[in-house]
């Protein structure tokens, strides 16, 4: 190879390393999953889930999930797919169970800000109404099962009312930021039994945070929605 070709491959691997250089910027720049505005004031869920709670639990626990995600999904078949599908799919795979973390998460704090949205109906109605008395007893028992459920919770996770494959009303937990959409259940309430939830308001008292979020936050309107008759 003469010295003249070697300076000019020197000269054109530089260019390309240059040329790559605004692409890698631009796909950092333009995450696939982002964070949904919060529906509501930071003061809005106040006194039961206090201002600083929300800006910390919204602004910093939620919004650092999309971040993980999103540089966690970069270049994989992740990255082309709905959050709820990515949720599924890495229940699915154990080796996975990093994006499940954060996509999980993501997606469970979705339905979380969602279902506290103001205006709604204060109890279910209707048909959802009449399947949480057949199924669950009614919707004090119902409280109290969720209640009860997040208590069970040890560590941090969920507490949930879904709906099962077969239409029938459940409370479960899960474990961590994995959602009940990848046991095949229909999410229609989600509580959120992180300290980071709750305990600049409530401390340790767990089951006061859950009944207070039950009794003075839940959009039925939202869960109803989210319930297939
Ligand atoms: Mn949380």
Redesign the pocket.
């Given at each position: 190879m003469t010295i003249h070709r070697r300076a000019m491959l020197a000269v054109f691997a530089a260019s390309a390393a240059t040329l790559a250089m605004p692409r890698l910027v631009r796909a950092q720049g333009t995450p696939k999953f982002i964070q949904p505005p919060l529906p509501y004031s930071d003061t809005a869920l106040s006194p039961a889930i206090g201002q600083q709670t929300v800006q910390l639990?919204y602004g910093k626990?939620?919004a650092a999930y999309y971040a993980n995600l999103n540089r966690l999904a970069q270049g994989k078949d992740y990255n082309d797919m709905s959050l709820i599908d990515v949720v599924k799919k890495a229940s699915t795979i154990p080796a996975d169970q990093a994006i499940l973390n954060q996509a999980g998460?993501c997606y469970?704090?979705e339905l979380?800000w969602d279902q506290f949205k103001p205006g709604g109906a204060r109890a279910p109605a209707g048909a959802l109404a009449a399947k949480i008395d057949s199924d669950l007893e009614g919707l004090a028992k119902t409280k109290e099962a969720l209640i009860a459920a997040g208590n069970t919770v040890f560590g941090s996770g969920w507490a949930w009312l879904v709906q099962n494959g077969d239409g029938k009303l459940a409370i479960t937990t899960t474990p961590g930021g994995n959602n009940p959409v990848g046991r095949g259940m229909t999410p229609l309430l989600g509580i959120?039994v992180?300290e980071?939830?709750y305990y600049l308001d409530f401390q340790n008292r767990r089951a006061d945070h859950v009944k207070a979020v039950l009794d003075t936050l839940v959009n039925w309107d939202v869960v109803a929605a989210r319930f297939k008759a």
């Amino acid at each position: 190879m003469t010295i003249h070709r070697r300076a000019m491959l020197a000269v054109f691997a530089a260019s390309a390393a240059t040329l790559a250089m605004p692409r890698l910027v631009r796909a950092q720049g333009t995450p696939k999953f982002i964070q949904p505005p919060l529906p509501y004031s930071d003061t809005a869920l106040s006194p039961a889930i206090g201002q600083q709670t929300v800006q910390l639990h919204y602004g910093k626990h939620h919004a650092a999930y999309y971040a993980n995600l999103n540089r966690l999904a970069q270049g994989k078949d992740y990255n082309d797919m709905s959050l709820i599908d990515v949720v599924k799919k890495a229940s699915t795979i154990p080796a996975d169970q990093a994006i499940l973390n954060q996509a999980g998460q993501c997606y469970n704090h979705e339905l979380y800000w969602d279902q506290f949205k103001p205006g709604g109906a204060r109890a279910p109605a209707g048909a959802l109404a009449a399947k949480i008395d057949s199924d669950l007893e009614g919707l004090a028992k119902t409280k109290e099962a969720l209640i009860a459920a997040g208590n069970t919770v040890f560590g941090s996770g969920w507490a949930w009312l879904v709906q099962n494959g077969d239409g029938k009303l459940a409370i479960t937990t899960t474990p961590g930021g994995n959602n009940p959409v990848g046991r095949g259940m229909t999410p229609l309430l989600g509580i959120d039994v992180w300290e980071h939830a709750y305990y600049l308001d409530f401390q340790n008292r767990r089951a006061d945070h859950v009944k207070a979020v039950l009794d003075t936050l839940v959009n039925w309107d939202v869960v109803a929605a989210r319930f297939k008759a």
